[in-house]
């Protein structure tokens, strides 16, 4: 079982690229995977690892100055989310682009999951996702306004389209994970706004501690790891290939056809000369698929989790027969395939994605 910590802090980094050999370092010594983000403003990210190691390196960041009360939110996945760790240098840990928000000077009321319902049902409560379309297409706080941004960096702008809207209201702000709406509080209390609440902990804190049967949260949680989306209790959830999440966050899926189907996979670099390719075919739906040889793995990995292996066998060998599942001559699953024996190529695939359930 792999523990899952998301973090973030804001403090004051003088020099974050001193930082980050270090942590990259240390990350790697504790067997510690996942993605963490530095900037002169604090650190933000998702990590990975075994229970020993999430507690060592959480240790290790409450070390570095500035970051003692740095909180975090826990969850746990039975297959590795992430394939790697990188530990990045930015201008922002989460990017707004308002040169003037700053969380540490002022931020909105934060609100106790336990005490969110009853915020949001109040008559004078305008509630707001601050989080991107994609994330609120697959789940969102029951009567919540979507700001329909592509980027948190289009968020400033939409306020001052819309903020007459919300006149004479209190204006209550959620996110994933809280870091969002640090920012997003911080900046509507500058434009003059002066009830501004936040859910502590974000959507994610909101999931763990909210029975299901009291909760106002309608669908899934989307998360930046190979889970996709979790659900009440910070669970696994099983998706199909339909389900409507983002093709934009995924580089390495190319859209052929006009259609919301998307294979959740994770973004692995590619090594020009170990190139696969797969098509997935859902109707008239197609999405291409690009990776080496590892992350060709950890699609079949992905795949499997998210659907039951006996309907996914169905739907690669009925592809298979069709041709609509193909590679090319690189096959890293069959080094002997080649436009002249292609048809034997995607059995191949079928029977090395069942063994890997």
């Known amino acids: 079982m792999f523990t899952i910590a998301a973090l ?52 290790h960041l409450r070390s570095i100055p500035g970051c003692a009360d740095l909180e975090h939110k826990e969850s746990t996945a039975s297959l590795p989310p992430f394939p790697r760790m990188k530990v990045k240098l930015k201008k922002e840990i989460v990017t707004m682009g308002q040169p003037d928000v700053d969380p540490k000077a002022r931020v909105g009321h934060y609100v106790e999951a336990q005490d969110w319902n009853e915020l949001i049902l109040a008559p004078d409560v305008a509630v707001i996702d601050t989080r991107n379309d994609y994330e609120v297409g697959i789940g969102t706080f029951e009567g919540a306004i979507d700001p329909d941004t592509k980027s948190f960096r289009e968020f400033p702008k939409w306020w001052e389209d819309n903020k007459d809207r919300f006149h004479n209201k209190r204006i209550a702000m959620f996110c994933t994970g809280g870091i969002r709406c640090e920012k997003s509080t911080n900046y509507l209390l500058s434009q003059g706004v002066e009830d501004v609440y936040h859910l502590k902990g974000g959507i994610l804190k909101y999931l763990e501690d909210v029975p299901e049967a009291d909760s106002k949260w309608d669908g899934e949680c989307f998360v930046f790891d190979a889970r996709v989306s979790v659900g009440h209790g910070l669970k696994k959830v099983r998706i199909s290939f339909a389900m409507p999440v983002a093709a934009r966050y995924y580089p390495l899926i190319k859209k052929t056809h006009n259609t919301n189907t998307v294979l959740p996979v994770t973004n692995v670099p590619m090594k020009p000369r170990q190139r696969t390719k797969i098509a997935f075919a859902n109707g008239k739906s197609k999405f291409i698929w690009r990776g080496n040889a590892v992350s060709s793995i950890w699609l079949a990995t992905t795949a499997i989790r998210c659907l039951h292996p006996a309907r996914l066998a169905r739907h690669l060998t009925a592809m298979a027969k069709t041709g609509s599942l193909q590679f090319p001559k690189h096959d890293h699953l069959d080094r002997r395939s080649s436009p002249n024996n292609r048809p034997k190529t995607p059995f191949v695939a079928v029977s090395a994605l069942w063994r890997l359930r």
């Open 8 to 59: 973030y802090h804001f403090t004051r980094f003088e020099d974050p690229a001193a930082l980050q050999g270090p942590l990259q370092e240390k990350c790697e010594a504790l067997g510690i995977y996942g993605s963490l983000l530095i900037a002169k403003e604090g650190i933000n990210g998702t990590i990975s690892g075994s229970r020993d190691g999430i507690d060592a390196i959480l240790a």
